[in-house]
């Protein structure tokens, strides 16, 4: 990637990178470490003192794994993994790299029949606050990964998983139909809360999650509908009989609870 698609990428993601002037700057490397922020859980310590060739692969391995592309650790080196998920990122997306900047042509397709996604379903993962604790959110992921295996499903469901700290790693690549709502998964992307153990669909956000897992919540639903045209932002619960995600998700956008 050039330096101008880096930041072109970054600003798409909602990581603002100063003026797409091709110059690895301050405010370039500022929207980087933002970006590895939000990541957190999959970056690596010591990014900030990395030389600019690092950074920048870094800056393409966290654009590539903030759209659900599977890159390995954020580590800055150009290893099979990561060259793996660029073949993914440049094919599968079937899009140049100038369709990334938020345009009315940004459209997330789906799966061979190219189902284009116009709606972020919510959801939880019905675990109580202190669940595994004690290991980080890609350990979870696995072990959510893991129940929905069982289903017999060839991946996790979800295409989006928020820890309770407010970092966020991918599922399921956005680019394929998920496994999250019955009957409404061909166009969706389904995001996952940890927590919202024994909530009911009445009640509010705060009653099962932090306050950080609201604000990556709204950055994330920003960044989508900056890359697809969004229409609708429900919860599992205005599909099904289920409490999921355990909240009123039309309320919590209009800011009322
Ligand atoms: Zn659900």
């Given at each position: ?63 590539m794994?903030?759209s659900g592309f599977d890159t ?9 993994r990561t060259q793996a998920a660029r073949a993914q990122f440049q094919a599968q997306r079937n ?78 690549p956005?680019t394929e ?81």
């Amino acid at each position: 990637m050039t330096i101008f698609d880096i930041q072109k990428h970054l600003k798409a993601l909602g990581h603002d990178p100063g003026p797409i002037d091709g110059v690895w700057g301050s405010r370039t490397r500022a929207a980087l470490l933002s970006l590895l922020y939000v990541l957190r859980a999959i970056a690596v310590p010591g990014a900030a003192s990395w030389n600019v060739a690092r950074q920048r692969m870094a800056a393409e391995q966290a654009i590539m794994a903030a759209s659900g592309f599977d890159t390995g650790p954020i580590d800055g080196l150009d290893g099979p993994r990561t060259q793996a998920a660029r073949a993914q990122f440049q094919a599968q997306r079937n899009h140049s790299l100038d369709e990334v900047a938020p345009s009315a042509h940004s459209e997330i397709r789906q799966g061979r029949a190219r189902h284009l996604v116009r709606e972020i379903v919510i959801h939880s993962s019905a675990t109580r606050p202190d669940w595994m604790g004690n290991n980080s959110l890609r350990e979870q992921v696995e072990e959510i990964r893991v129940w929905h295996r069982a289903r017999g499903w060839r991946d996790i469901g979800y295409h989006w998983i928020i820890g309770r700290d407010g970092s966020m790693l991918p599922g399921r690549p956005e680019t394929e139909v998920g496994a999250h709502v019955q009957g409404h998964n061909s166009g969706t992307i389904g995001i996952c809360l940890i927590g919202g153990f024994g909530s009911a669909a009445t009640d509010r956000f705060s009653d099962h999650f932090t306050a950080r897992q609201g604000i990556t919540l709204e950055q994330q639903i920003q960044a989508i509908s900056m890359r697809t045209p969004i229409t609708r932002v429900s919860g599992h619960n205005e599909y099904a009989a289920k409490a999921c995600p355990g909240f009123n998700v039309t309320r919590w956008l209009e800011g009322n609870q």
